[in-house]
């Protein structure tokens, strides 16, 4: 069977719920009833993201997609509201529930890649990654760091396991796929973005509660006009990234001024958030839009449009100046002590006395601790994690996998292969700078670009693309 026919086995169903659907009940029923039921909402939670997923799969892949983009969405949010009842968990057991839900195809996968006679080059960086990922797990087991082990190789291997069965998915159903994330992030981007305003100008208590106990120091203060906005997820680089993707996918494929009213609060947001390298990795997908007819005219016009609420944003509104002070240190690298702390792990690390050749597999120390090392960037987690030699391993492979999503829009440019290839582009851009193949961000990454693997369209089909 070869590449472009082979189909995972997923058996649609014909009912009456899209498979968005439950998910939203279930996040809308964990809110209301969570803080009612304590620690037992938790398994239930995560039991019901199973079903979501499974329910999802089996309508269709693209219904898969909305569900999970929801759970991921908003399953922070939930965590949040249910720990301020019930107490704070450090582990975040609620935030297993979505990785479950991507895994609902994993049990037909290892059959389906068998089956397979040539693999993809975005298939072949999906093991390559795996394969690393194993050695950091076989690392942190030999240290007996059962726990870090767990967490570790699931966060990495689900949007691997995820980005795999996509992959296999007929080229015909790609772009509905596609289309169908478009459609999700209309409900995403409205309502996190709100909410994302209303938490900057007086977080809820929950927020405040979580801001309090958790090690992360990068969502600032638990104070009106002090926090970095998170919004519903479960931290600024979290939410700015997949909000900067939402921008990207909503205003290139669903036009009109619904659109652009519906995805305003989350461009304010955006801005909130102080994520600079979510703004520079939307910046990229949107002028690499500029280099395709397709996508050309949108994308002049989004680039107006985001230049224009910048100016608004940092002018007329009452956190203007907290915006343009941000904006200014785009343009001051020299004296950006952000920077400077990133340059300084390379020389923490090669300074170790086997300069990290072999790398601690997933064990974490506490950041919040004295004289702990930030991990800032995928180039500084991997050579971590597994060593100078397999991490470098790993990074060639994301970028492998992110220069093919990019190499196919010029195979085929219409405008879902070239929003992927924009994706991919702002992926390269982050990888110095955050972490974008694990956890949520892995999901989003490997989901579209194992989506870009499809051929060049032939005939009028190909000649709309460049029209």
């Avoid at 170790?352 to 601690?360: E, K, R, T």
Wanted: aromatic share 10%.
């Amino acid at each position: 069977m070869s590449r472009a026919t082979l189909s995972l086995p997923a058996h649609p169903t014909r009912g009456p719920v899209p498979g968005w659907v439950p998910a939203a009940g279930l996040l809308l029923a964990m809110v209301v009833a969570g803080p009612i039921l304590g620690g037992l909402s938790r398994v239930l939670f995560i039991a019901g993201c199973g079903g979501v997923g499974w329910y999802a799969w089996r309508r269709s892949p693209a219904e898969h997609l909305q569900a999970i983009l929801l759970l991921f969405s908003f399953a922070p949010f939930v965590r949040r509201v249910v720990d301020l009842s019930v107490g704070y968990d450090p582990s975040g057991l609620m935030l297993v529930g979505p990785l479950l839900a991507i895994l609902v195809p994993a049990p037909a996968l290892f059959e389906a890649l068998v089956a397979v006679r040539r693999f993809s080059p975005v298939l072949l960086a999906i093991l390559a990654t795996g394969a690393c990922v194993t050695y950091g797990t076989a690392l942190s087991l030999f240290q007996g760091d059962w726990m870090n082990a767990a967490t570790g190789s699931v966060k990495w291997f689900a949007p691997l396991v995820y980005g795999a069965a996509l992959a296999l998915r007929p080229e015909a159903e790609r772009r509905a796929i596609v289309q169908a994330a478009a459609t999700a992030f209309l409900i995403i981007l409205p309502l996190s973005g709100l909410y994302g305003i209303v938490q900057y100008v007086n977080p809820p208590d929950w927020d405040r509660y979580w801001m309090s106990l958790t090690t992360i120091t990068s969502a600032g203060q638990p104070v009106p006009y002090g926090v970095r906005t998170f919004s519903t997820m479960n931290g600024p680089a979290s939410y700015a990234t997949i909000t900067a993707t939402g921008l990207l996918l909503a205003g290139f494929l669903r036009t009109g001024w619904r659109t652009a009213l519906l995805a305003s609060p989350a461009a304010l947001s955006l801005l909130l958030s102080m994520y600079r390298t979510a703004w520079l990795s939307l910046a990229a997908g949107i002028l690499f839009c500029l280099l395709f007819r397709a996508t050309r005219g949108r994308a002049a016009a989004v680039l107006v449009g985001l230049t224009v609420a910048m100016v608004v944003a940092a002018t007329l509104t009452p956190f203007g100046e907290v915006i343009g002070d941000r904006l200014a240190t785009l343009g001051d690298g020299a004296q950006d002590g952000s920077a400077r702390e990133r340059l300084e792990q390379y020389v923490t690390l090669w300074n170790l006395p086997d300069s990290g050749l072999i790398g601690n597999g997933f064990t974490t120390t506490d950041v919040g601790s004295a004289g702990a090392m930030a991990i800032d960037g995928m180039i500084v987690a991997c050579w971590v994690t597994f060593g100078i030699v397999v991490g470098l391993c790993c990074l060639a492979a994301v970028g492998f996998a992110a220069a093919q999503a990019i190499a196919a829009t010029w195979r085929d440019p219409r405008p879902e292969a070239v929003i992927i290839g924009a994706i991919a582009c702002g992926s390269l851009i982050q990888i110095p700078l955050a972490g974008v193949a694990s956890g949520e961000l892995g999901v989003v990454f490997w989901s579209f670009v194992a989506l870009a693997a499809w051929g060049a369209p032939r005939g009028p089909a190909f000649a709309r693309g460049r029209a």
